[in-house]
């Protein structure tokens, strides 16, 4: 027994060392990161003394204004709410979760949990009861806020949640006619201090949105917030006269990193709205005068489908977009900056180092951009932040040459403190001292000596036909680029010739595409065996909250081809 206990001490000690290595930049801790608070409550409190009177949230809906908070009115709520939780019993390291939506109320629940040092655990409602049953157990969560069009849900989650043995956290409901937050909001006791130094302080827990398993809690520290909205605001030029508009959901990091806390880190402003309407974004930017958004590839092609005209507005103070998050392809980043002129900004990260990890740069011009963006077969994710480090990796732990695909690594001070109770994965994410992606890619230097890396997809999601690993991405590329398909995405399926085969599940933009048609169009531009063989069509592609492609909730389509010995010049249909 003691030698078991000493053997799980030492692993223990060994995946603890490997964490603390990723989490360093240069053998520096984030300690010594240079970053300008210690803590969201003095930055809070420092932005709402030193600008009073600017506007931070203003909340839109339907393209209409709803409510503006000033950094004032904003610091004076996030306290009266902080000071009702510690009433409540919340403490520094608690966590509180929140059942909700893009909402002003819900960022101001964000920030009083960090007032007093506490944990935000989001939880999207678009998750299935079983997983917000977990989410609730694992994060431990002691309060939960609850939009009052969720609270019957939740009351039903909450009760097999009893009868399978475990605790409930305490419930807040927001809105409605039992509307409890709103007295939290009105609270005239007096005002509880805020947290100080809490850059190794637990704050945030994101769980991961797979499509099987129990989902995997990413558990970041006030610091990383702050090294990376350093990052993001110096590398976007966000200062205190930047507007940002944020149109994805606040329960995932995009949301809340980009554009609630590095606006914030900034002193800057941001347009919450209620979700994304392809027909009031650009409106909403004219009028708002904004500068920066951040989106995922799927938002980019549902803006390419409307009919705006954009000679209309006045977006003199409109920059750019930053996108990532998802597989954005050449064609549709070509297609985008074709039609409307704004430069897409590419990035890349993970909840796990926080957001963003790497950009293209803001200084290349237009042919230079244009070259990363087109020619190598995927749009560079750009450089990395100087927050960070980033490497391609082989199995072994080792840097492979220029151009060679491996494992995207990552270690730095935006890099989280851990998978939250779960030491398998972080046995397996730490290993070699620095955070694996799982994603693939490569990376090339400019003649500079510049890093640029490429994404070239999940490792999982590989399709391996007959041992080759083939990246479904580059075969993404090709499909989008048929003139006749609105969206399309490749899949691996089932075969019992090759292991798996490649198949194309398809939304087309017109009704008399063939499958033999799209077939013909990939084999042109692909070798054989990268070619779909399978083309099934279909109203809807799925995708998480964040726009990243359900590749596998659309390979029980292609079963009947299990058993199919496809000739290489004809489709399933007609061979």
């Not at 010594?32 to 803590?39: E, G, I, K, P």
């Not at 990890?357 to 011009?365: D, I």
Request: charged share 20%.
């Amino acid at each position: 027994m003691k030698k078991r206990q000493l053997r799980n001490d030492t692993e223990q000690m060994e995946i603890n060392n490997q964490i603390q290595q990723a989490r360093q930049l240069q053998g520096n801790p984030l300690s010594a990161a240079d970053v300008r608070f210690t803590s969201v409550g003095q930055m809070l409190a420092q932005q709402a003394r030193t600008q009073p009177e600017q506007t931070y949230l203003s909340f839109a809906e339907d393209g209409i204004i709803q409510q503006r908070y000033t950094f004032a009115q904003f610091r004076d709520a996030v306290a009266s709410v902080a000071t009702s939780l510690s009433s409540k019993g919340v403490r520094r390291g608690d966590s509180v979760a929140t059942f909700g939506y893009n909402h002003p109320e819900t960022v101001i629940q964000y920030f009083a949990a960090w007032w007093i040092g506490a944990v935000v655990v989001p939880i999207n409602p678009g998750e299935d009861d079983a997983r917000i049953e977990f989410i609730l157990g694992n994060s431990q969560s002691r309060l939960m806020f609850v939009r009052d069009e969720y609270a019957e849900r939740l009351a039903t989650i909450l009760q097999n949640r009893v009868q399978n043995g475990g605790q409930t956290a305490e419930v807040v409901l927001c809105g409605g006619n039992q509307d409890q937050f709103r007295g939290m909001l009105d609270s005239k006791s007096s005002e509880i201090p805020c947290a100080e130094n809490c850059l190794e302080s637990p704050c945030l827990i994101v769980y991961t949105s797979g499509t099987t398993g129990a989902p995997k809690g990413v558990l970041l520290c006030q610091g990383n917030l702050f090294a990376d909205a350093e990052g993001i605001s110096k590398w976007h030029g966000i200062t205190a006269e930047t507007v940002m508009m944020c149109v994805l959901p606040i329960h995932h990091v995009n949301g809340t990193i980009v554009t609630l806390v590095t606006p914030m880190y900034a002193g800057a402003s941001v347009v919450l709205c209620r979700k994304f309407q392809s027909q009031h974004f650009f409106p909403v930017i004219a009028q708002e005068k904004v500068a920066i958004v951040s989106v995922v590839p799927t938002l980019l092609a549902f803006l390419l489908e409307t009919e705006i005209d954009l000679a209309e507005y006045d977006l003199r103070y409109f920059r750019h977009i930053i996108c990532g998050a998802g597989p954005l392809t050449c064609q549709l980043a070509e297609r985008f900056e074709s039609r409307f002129g704004f430069p897409i900004l590419h990035g890349y990260g993970l909840s796990e180092t926080t957001c963003y990890s790497c950009f293209l740069p803001t200084s290349l011009l237009p042919e230079e951009h244009q070259r990363w963006m087109q020619e190598y077969g995927y749009p560079s994710i750009g450089v990395p932040i100087p927050q960070n480090e980033m490497a391609i990796h082989n199995e072994q732990g080792h840097e492979v040459e220029p151009g060679e695909r491996g494992e995207i690594v990552i270690r730095g001070h935006n890099v989280m403190l851990g998978y939250f109770q779960n030491e398998e994965a972080n046995q397996k994410a730490f290993t070699f001292g620095w955070f694996r992606s799982g994603d693939e890619g490569f990376m090339v230097m400019d003649s500079n000596q510049r890093r640029y890396f490429f994404i070239t997809g999940r490792l999982k999601e590989l399709i391996i036909r007959g041992g080759v690993n083939i990246s479904p991405l580059e075969i993404d590329e090709v499909i989008n680029s048929h003139p006749k398909v609105a969206a399309g995405i490749a899949v691996g399926f089932e075969n019992n010739m090759y292991g798996e085969e490649v198949g194309a599940y398809v939304r087309p933009s017109d009704a008399t595409l063939t499958e033999l048609e799209l077939l013909d169009y990939c084999r042109q531009r692909l070798p054989a065996f990268k070619t779909p063989k399978v083309v099934i069509f279909g109203e809807d592609i799925p995708v998480t909250s964040t726009g990243k492609y359900q590749r596998n909730k659309v390979k029980h389509l292609f079963s009947n081809y299990k058993d199919h010995q496809f000739n290489e010049r004809k489709s399933a249909a007609h061979g």
